[in-house]
């Protein structure tokens, strides 16, 4: 496994699914962590279960005033930070036909703009050699009915990222983004999938993945972590689908 020993780690959604995972394994390579969730009872579960070296925050990401925040305990508690990760999303799905004004800035503030805000904050702090990973989806490049706005809002966080890696190069800081194809991780609950209908759902979604199954979070977080690592050190602007080969369809 790759050290991470003496790495300070921000994750963000790190009370759930991915970014639990993910914030699991680099506390167990050593880093310290601080995970970002919108509610308070899940984030104290979720430092509760990953550890005396991982902390949390509670704030939305939707919110510059969260990153503000998170900036500043970073700085308080660390001093700096080596890796970001800007994992926390929703995905709302709707035909455009149903799309509010109200509901596609709502999509847009957690899945683009608390991305572009959470990185502008945390760049200052950031060491040399420093490593920010985004979660995307392969929404961006297989067409899924009802992902509009969500695959544009991912979209725009792909083209954050391959500008950050063109103006972070001077300070040797990576940007990259890991796309995951269907993953059995929460997210799946708020689909608005009724509950009875949900093993079919999943079960539907196994067949159409060419590898015959949903993906497993720990297996997204191993991904992230090589692009977070020195393994990664020549990757920067990159794209890593974990998909199951989904895209390919
Ligand atoms: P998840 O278990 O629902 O985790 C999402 C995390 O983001 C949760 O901690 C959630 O908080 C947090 N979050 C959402 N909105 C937030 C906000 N406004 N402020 C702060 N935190 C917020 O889902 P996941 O599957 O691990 O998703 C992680 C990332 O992977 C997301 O960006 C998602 O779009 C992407 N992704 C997932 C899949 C998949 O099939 N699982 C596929 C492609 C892409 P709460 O717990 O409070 O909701």
């Given at each position: 496994m790759n050290s991470?020993?003496?790495?300070?780690?921000?994750?963000?959604?790190?009370?759930?699914?991915?970014?639990?995972?993910?914030?699991?394994?680099?506390?167990?390579?050593?880093?310290?962590?601080?995970?970002?969730?919108?509610?308070?009872?899940?984030?104290?579960?979720?430092?509760?279960?990953?550890?005396?070296?991982?902390?949390g925050l509670v704030g939305d990401v939707a919110d510059p005033?969260?990153?503000?925040?998170?900036?500043?305990?970073?700085?308080?508690?660390?001093g700096g930070a080596d890796i970001y990760i800007?994992?926390?999303?929703?995905?709302?799905?709707?035909?455009?036909?149903?799309?509010?004004?109200?509901?596609?800035?709502?999509?847009?503030?957690?899945?683009?703009?608390?991305?572009?805000?959470?990185?502008q904050k945390i760049v200052p702090l950031m060491r040399e050699g420093g490593s920010i990973v985004l979660t995307s989806s392969i929404a961006t490049r297989k067409i899924l009915e009802g992902h509009a706005v969500y695959a544009g809002a991912k979209a725009a966080m792909e083209a954050f990222a391959r500008s950050w890696a063109l103006e972070l190069k001077a300070r040797r800081i990576r940007v990259n983004v890991v796309s995951p194809g269907p993953v059995d991780t929460p997210i799946l609950g708020k689909l608005g999938v009724p509950d009875d209908a949900r093993d079919g759902f999943e079960a539907h979604l196994?067949?159409?993945?060419?590898?015959?199954?949903?993906?497993?979070a720990d297996e997204l977080a191993r991904s992230i972590l090589y692009l977070a690592s020195d393994d990664a050190g020549f990757v920067t602007g990159a794209n890593l689908l974990v998909d199951g080969g989904i895209a390919l369809t």
């Open positions: 991470f020993l003496n790495k300070v780690a921000i994750v963000t959604g790190g009370n759930s699914g991915i970014g639990f995972a993910t914030a699991a394994a680099l506390a167990a390579a050593g880093a310290r962590v601080l995970i970002v969730g919108r509610r308070q009872a899940a984030v104290d579960e979720a430092v509760a279960a990953l550890g005396k070296h991982v902390i005033m969260t990153h503000d925040r998170v900036a500043e305990t970073v700085r308080d508690r660390f800007a994992n926390a999303g929703v995905n709302v799905i709707q035909p455009s036909e149903a799309v509010t004004q109200e509901d596609y800035d709502a999509q847009f503030a957690i899945n683009a703009r608390g991305v572009f805000f959470g990185v196994a067949n159409v993945i060419p590898m015959g199954r949903l993906g497993q």
